[in-house]
Nanobody, 122 residues
Framework: QVQLVQSGGGLVQPGGSLRLSCGIS????????MGWYRQAPGKQRELVAS???????RYVDSVKGRFTITRDTAKNAVTLQMNSLKPEDTAVYYC????????????????WGQGTQVTVSS
């Protein structure tokens, strides 16, 4: 069974830093896009950062210059370095990956990590 396992998160003061990590386990053929989403209570899920299979990355405007997404293709892993954290960054963060698991499968399947709480507060 393919699984995404997250680590990191926690409580940090405004201006602090946290690093989230996500690795893929199980038998896979290939990985397409990977990214990080977040969801705050009462709000819709938001794509925070993503990195394509070609290595190009993108960020939601609110985190540009503060967050960095890094992909380790050899290890099928992705990290999110979060600096200069703000209270509005508080949310549950989810790792996401588009994965081909079967020979002949042309459209990838979305897989999700278990989620981790990030709380930015004084």
């Amino acid at each position: 069974q393919v699984q995404l396992v997250q680590s990191g998160g926690g409580l940090v003061q405004p201006g602090g830093s946290l690093r989230l990590s996500c690795g893929i386990s199980g038998s896979i053929i290939s990985v397409h896009d990977m990214g990080w989403y977040r969801q705050a209570p009462g709000k819709q899920r938001e794509l925070v950062a993503s990195v394509l299979s070609n290595g190009r990355s993108r960020y939601v405007d609110s985190v540009k210059g503060r967050f960095t997404i890094t992909r380790d293709t050899a290890k099928n892993a992705v990290t999110l370095q979060m600096n200069s954290l703000k209270p509005e960054d508080t949310a549950v963060y989810y790792c996401n990956a588009e994965i081909i698991t079967e020979v002949g499968q042309w459209k990838p399947t979305d897989y999700w990590g278990q989620g981790t709480q990030v709380t930015v507060s004084s």
